[in-house]
């Protein structure tokens, strides 16, 4: 690439001569031969290399200070596009822009030629990358471990209204950000046995044997900070066979082997398990876990050896922080490298690792607890099952001294029980921290799901309310509201949220709130003709947007929602002459590949789509649209072109949410229900300035632990649900099969399926429901008070940056320290 000087003021001649020279020598052509697709790359290769500049001096900067690092260990990491985040927090977009377009170039065309690396399902992979936005911004050590996945979140299709899922090839065309590390390449291995050799000090060496071994090697992303100067790197780990291996197998005549070594390698991180919130027992997913845990815990050990000499105050540099329990391995391969490599003793061992590993908690769906078979776990990796079992011998102990004769505890408690591994349990039981991700979620922790746990060590319990990052989602997502936040407020809002409550006081200022509608009516006409391409559906950006994006799952209700559009559709077309505000519901979702009831629900919401949308009696007033492919480029457009936030969880289900604050911040309104986050949400921007329904987390506990409703009572009594229920299985919206929803039919209303009728109390917060969307719609007549609801929404959103959450990581649970680079020349 062309040489340079460090830009820190943005040189627009050099970096345009930067792109003409990368054209040239990555496909010898010139800019106007070049096709949309190489001028991303030049473009995001010139880019790259003033992010190189930054990065080196960072990491001499960490060097030198040597500040304490978190690790944060993740399955996912849900990226989204880097080319504009890059520019944003290099502070260089809008000159960028300009440079482009004085080539000719439309930025926004470049941008949308970058593939959107999904290398995560949802929540928990978008959460880990706000955090790293965050951590870096904030001028922390950090590193993301992870999986360089071949093929990431699935694409999305829907053909005649079903899903399709075509596999997401990511790096077809290159990924011009990141960078191979080979040099850092570290072995993995599987199976085998373990022999114990007294050696000459007449110490047990634990030696792993007849195992199949692979090769990780690492890709470095760099991770910008806004406007500091900071790069962190997101290390993905990718697998290739061990060097040589063949050779060797072949002289042992054990071609087999050979071949099986070589698959292991191919198979490993082949591609992301597109499961949210659902545990599938997959040998292969236990591979992935342990490939990339082992060889990111082995590097942190090096890196870490390479600056110090006493592995025994390993914790007062590292920090592991575990999201969820997919990385929870880390403890015991932790303790193994301590032990078998370091020769600690068990205690010693022990000390350290427990200072080390933090566990965060996302989810209290019984469905999502990872439980390993032992046959399984004890043979892929041997070693590491012999310490979870001895951890779980002195668990035990432990439990056994406190709760003498206390069987039931044991049985509740125990990491290793009715021939399962409870990594939950283990993450717990090895950690100095669990946190849950929003008030409501942690104290359901505390008091029900882990209560247990909670009595015998309240002291590592503690609430992190989720965040989201504004650089991406206003400042990026949204220019023309970031503008006029900044016009209001300056600027300081993108890196520190908390002063865009300065808002408040032009809540009720007609020229704000008019100017606040505009900028929220150009967000829908894009969003409009965004639909138009994509989905061919002309929807009115005048009509009230009503969006509910987030993966399809039962507790996420996008079921009611479908169903209360049914029965709008049924009063309209009662009575023609109704007063009705016109409404587009937006939806977007991915289900699971094997989820039928969610997959059945888009093909439901397509069908209700096709006939709402064609019938010229209702006048266009009810617009239904699917937004194929749901993801984090077109998130951040869906977000900024919302009026109302549909987060509509059975209450207890959703641990936080981090839509329902994206929302926020782009100032919708939130309809919802008293869950994860929005409890926190109402707090802040008032009970009135929301539409607020259902039942609480407390009743839906009641309910489900002392039985009491009966869904077939209300459809017996409520004549308009039972129409709608009745079109399920009528022909209405599927007049060639009758029978094509009976199973969403009998999710709700049947004894014969194996699980409880209306398990997420559709039925019963259905009516609540239309009573709040009444609300919704009354409301949005007044445009004036809807202005003033929607800039508090804006105004009130400080709390929920990622920001102020990696602040209270880094306080109670990391103890980082802050690094300030020094000013350069
Ligand atoms: C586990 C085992 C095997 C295969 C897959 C999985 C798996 C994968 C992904 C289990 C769970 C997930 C994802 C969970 C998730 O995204 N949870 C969400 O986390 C968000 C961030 O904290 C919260 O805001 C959401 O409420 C929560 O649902």
């Given at each position: 690439?062309?040489?340079?000087?460090?830009?820190?003021?943005?040189?627009?001649?050099?970096?345009?001569?930067?792109?003409?020279?990368?054209?040239?020598?990555?496909?010898?052509?010139?800019?106007?031969?070049?096709?949309?697709?190489?001028?991303?790359?030049?473009?995001?290769?010139?880019?790259?290399?003033?992010?190189?500049?930054?990065?080196?001096?960072?990491?001499?900067?960490?060097?030198?200070?040597?500040?304490?690092?978190?690790?944060?260990?993740?399955?996912?990491?849900?990226?989204?596009?880097?080319?504009?985040?890059?520019?944003?927090?290099?502070?260089?977009?809008?000159?960028?822009?300009?440079?482009?377009?004085?080539?000719?170039?439309?930025?926004?065309?470049?941008?949308?030629?970058?593939?959107?690396?999904?290398?995560?399902?949802?929540?928990?992979?978008?959460?880990?990358?706000?955090?790293?936005?965050?951590?870096?911004?904030?001028?922390?050590?950090?590193?993301?471990?992870?999986?360089?996945?071949?093929?990431?979140?699935?694409?999305?299709?829907?053909?005649?209204?079903?899903?399709?899922?075509?596999?997401?090839?990511?790096?077809?065309?290159?990924?011009p950000f990141e960078l191979r590390r080979p040099e850092y390449a570290k072995e993995v291995k599987f199976g085998g046995y373990v022999n114990v050799y007294v050696d000459e000090n007449g110490r047990n060496n634990f030696k792993q044997e007849g195992y199949q071994s692979v090769k990780a090697i690492p890709y470095d992303m760099p991770i910008v900070g806004y406007g500091n100067g900071i790069v962190n790197t997101l290390r993905i780990w990718d697998a290739e066979p061990v060097e040589c291996f063949q050779l060797e197998s072949f002289d042992k005549g054990d071609y087999q082997k050979a071949v099986e070594q070589e698959n292991l390698a191919r198979n490993i991180v082949e591609v992301l398990y597109p499961n949210d919130n659902h545990y599938a027992g997959k040998e292969l997913r236990l591979k992935q876990q342990y490939f990339f845990i082992s060889a990111s815990v082995q590097e942190a050990v090096e890196k870490y050896m390479r600056k110090h000499d006493d592995i025994r105050k390993f914790h007062e540099k590292v920090t592991f922080q575990l999201?969820?329990?997919?990385?929870?391995?880390?403890?015991?391969?932790?303790?193994?490298?301590?032990?078998?490599?370091?020769?600690?003793?068990?205690?010693?061992?022990?000390?350290?690792?427990?200072?080390?590993?933090?566990?965060?908690?996302?989810?209290?769906?019984?469905?999502?607890?990872?439980?390993?078979?032992?046959?399984?776990?004890?043979?892929?990796?041997?070693?590491?099952?012999?310490?979870?079992?001895?951890?779980?011998?002195?668990?035990?102990?432990?439990?056994?001294?406190?709760?003498?004769?206390?069987?039931?505890?044991?049985?509740?408690?125990?990491?290793?029980?009715?021939?399962?591994?409870?990594?939950?349990?283990?993450?717990?039981?090895?950690?100095?921290?669990?946190?849950?991700?929003?008030?409501?979620?942690?104290?359901?922790?505390?008091?029900?799901?882990?209560?247990?746990?909670?009595?015998?060590?309240?002291?590592?319990?503690?609430?992190?309310?989720?965040?989201?990052?504004?650089?991406?989602?206003?400042?990026?997502?949204?220019?023309?509201?970031?503008?006029?936040?900044?016009?209001?407020?300056?600027?300081?809002?993108?890196?520190?949220?908390?002063?865009?409550?300065?808002?408040?006081?032009?809540?009720?200022?007609?020229?704000?709130?008019?100017?606040?509608?505009?900028?929220?009516?150009?967000?829908?006409?894009?969003?409009?003709?965004?639909?138009?391409?994509?989905?061919?559906?002309?929807?009115?950006?005048?009509?009230?947007?009503?969006?509910?994006?987030?993966?399809?799952?039962?507790?996420?209700?996008?079921?009611?929602?479908?169903?209360?559009?049914?029965?709008?559709?049924?009063?309209?077309?009662?009575?023609?002459?109704?007063?009705?505000?016109?409404?587009?519901?937006?939806?977007?979702?991915?289900?699971?590949?094997?989820?039928?009831?969610?997959?059945?629900?888009?093909?439901?919401?397509?069908?209700?789509?096709?006939?709402?949308?064609?019938?010229?009696?209702?006048?266009?007033?009810?617009?239904?649209?699917?937004?194929?492919?749901?993801?984090?480029?077109?998130?951040?457009?869906?977000?900024?072109?919302?009026?109302?936030?549909?987060?509509?969880?059975?209450?207890?289900?959703?641990?936080?949410?981090?839509?329902?604050?994206?929302?926020?911040?782009?100032?919708?309104?939130?309809?919802?229900?008293?869950?994860?986050?929005?409890?926190?949400?109402?707090?802040?921007?008032?009970?009135?300035?929301?539409?607020?329904?259902?039942?609480?987390?407390?009743?839906?506990?009641?309910?489900?632990?002392?039985?009491?409703?009966?869904?077939?009572?209300?459809?017996?009594?409520?004549?308009?649900?039972?129409?709608?229920?009745?079109?399920?299985?009528?022909?209405?919206?599927?007049?060639?099969?009758?029978?094509?929803?009976?199973?969403?039919?009998?999710?709700?209303?049947?004894?014969?399926?194996?699980?409880?009728?209306?398990?997420?109390?559709?039925?019963?917060?259905?009516?609540?429901?239309?009573?709040?969307?009444?609300?919704?719609?009354?409301?949005?007549?007044?445009?004036?008070?809807?202005?003033?609801?929607?800039?508090?929404?804006?105004?009130?959103?400080?709390?929920?940056?990622?920001?102020?959450?990696?602040?209270?990581?880094?306080?109670?649970?990391?103890?980082?320290?802050?690094?300030?680079?020094?000013?350069?020349?």
């Amino acid at each position: 690439m062309l040489k340079k000087t460090v830009l820190q003021k943005f040189d627009k001649e050099l970096f345009k001569n930067s792109v003409i020279y990368n054209v040239k020598t990555l496909y010898r052509k010139t800019l106007e031969e070049a096709t949309q697709q190489q001028i991303f790359q030049a473009v995001a290769y010139a880019i790259k290399d003033v992010i190189v500049d930054n990065w080196m001096n960072t990491q001499k900067e960490y060097a030198k200070q040597d500040p304490k690092t978190v690790y944060y260990l993740s399955m996912e990491f849900l990226m989204g596009r880097a080319l504009g985040n890059n520019l944003i927090n290099l502070q260089a977009y809008n000159d960028v822009a300009e440079a482009l377009e004085d080539l000719g170039i439309d930025i926004n065309l470049v941008e949308d030629q970058e593939p959107d690396p999904a290398l995560g399902n949802g929540g928990l992979g978008r959460l880990a990358a706000c955090f790293l936005d965050s951590l870096t911004t904030m001028g922390y050590s950090a590193y993301g471990c992870g999986i360089r996945y071949r093929y990431g979140m699935f694409k999305q299709e829907i053909r005649d209204g079903y899903q399709i899922e075509v596999p997401d090839n990511w790096l077809a065309d290159g990924n011009p950000f990141e960078l191979r590390r080979p040099e850092y390449a570290k072995e993995v291995k599987f199976g085998g046995y373990v022999n114990v050799y007294v050696d000459e000090n007449g110490r047990n060496n634990f030696k792993q044997e007849g195992y199949q071994s692979v090769k990780a090697i690492p890709y470095d992303m760099p991770i910008v900070g806004y406007g500091n100067g900071i790069v962190n790197t997101l290390r993905i780990w990718d697998a290739e066979p061990v060097e040589c291996f063949q050779l060797e197998s072949f002289d042992k005549g054990d071609y087999q082997k050979a071949v099986e070594q070589e698959n292991l390698a191919r198979n490993i991180v082949e591609v992301l398990y597109p499961n949210d919130n659902h545990y599938a027992g997959k040998e292969l997913r236990l591979k992935q876990q342990y490939f990339f845990i082992s060889a990111s815990v082995q590097e942190a050990v090096e890196k870490y050896m390479r600056k110090h000499d006493d592995i025994r105050k390993f914790h007062e540099k590292v920090t592991f922080q575990l999201n969820d329990t997919h990385p929870t391995v880390a403890i015991a391969e932790l303790m193994r490298i301590l032990m078998d490599d370091y020769y600690l003793t068990w205690d010693e061992a022990w000390a350290v690792t427990t200072k080390t590993c933090a566990y965060t908690n996302h989810t209290i769906m019984a469905e999502a607890l990872e439980k390993w078979p032992i046959e399984l776990f004890s043979r892929l990796l041997p070693r590491i099952y012999q310490i979870v079992e001895e951890i779980n011998r002195r668990f035990i102990a432990q439990v056994s001294q406190q709760y003498p004769g206390d069987q039931n505890k044991i049985a509740k408690m125990a990491i290793i029980y009715d021939g399962q591994v409870k990594m939950a349990h283990l993450a717990i039981v090895s950690g100095y921290s669990v946190n849950g991700v929003a008030r409501l979620h942690t104290e359901i922790l505390e008091k029900q799901e882990l209560r247990d746990f909670y009595e015998m060590m309240p002291e590592k319990f503690n609430n992190k309310t989720n965040g989201i990052t504004q650089r991406r989602f206003l400042l990026h997502g949204n220019p023309l509201l970031a503008q006029w936040v900044t016009d209001h407020v300056g600027n300081d809002w993108i890196t520190d949220l908390s002063k865009i409550s300065g808002l408040k006081i032009y809540a009720e200022d007609e020229k704000a709130q008019q100017e606040f509608m505009n900028i929220k009516y150009q967000n829908k006409v894009r969003l409009a003709r965004y639909i138009l391409e994509h989905n061919g559906v002309e929807v009115d950006p005048r009509s009230i947007f009503d969006v509910q994006v987030k993966r399809l799952h039962e507790y996420k209700r996008q079921l009611l929602n479908i169903l209360h559009i049914m029965y709008l559709y049924n009063e309209l077309k009662n009575n023609l002459q109704l007063e009705f505000y016109p409404r587009t519901f937006i939806f977007g979702a991915k289900a699971a590949a094997g989820y039928r009831n969610a997959k059945l629900t888009i093909k439901l919401i397509n069908a209700v789509a096709d006939v709402v949308n064609n019938d010229p009696s209702i006048g266009g007033k009810i617009k239904v649209v699917f937004i194929e492919d749901y993801k984090v480029s077109n998130a951040e457009w869906i977000f900024a072109a919302a009026d109302v936030s549909e987060q509509i969880s059975t209450a207890s289900k959703e641990a936080s949410g981090t839509g329902n604050m994206k929302f926020m911040l782009n100032g919708a309104l939130t309809l919802g229900t008293m869950d994860g986050a929005n409890v926190e949400i109402v707090e802040e921007v008032g009970m009135e300035n929301t539409f607020i329904f259902g039942l609480s987390s407390d009743e839906v506990i009641r309910f489900e632990n002392y039985g009491g409703y009966n869904p077939m009572d209300i459809f017996n009594n409520d004549p308009d649900i039972r129409r709608v229920l009745m079109q399920l299985i009528n022909g209405t919206f599927a007049p060639y099969d009758t029978e094509l929803f009976r199973p969403l039919y009998n999710s709700l209303l049947n004894t014969q399926s194996t699980s409880k009728a209306d398990m997420y109390f559709i039925l019963k917060d259905f009516k609540p429901y239309a009573e709040a969307q009444r609300r919704v719609e009354a409301a949005y007549r007044d445009e004036a008070n809807w202005a003033k609801s929607a800039i508090l929404n804006v105004a009130c959103s400080g709390k929920f940056s990622s920001d102020r959450t990696i602040q209270e990581y880094v306080d109670d649970i990391w103890h980082l320290d802050k690094v300030v680079l020094p000013k350069r020349v």
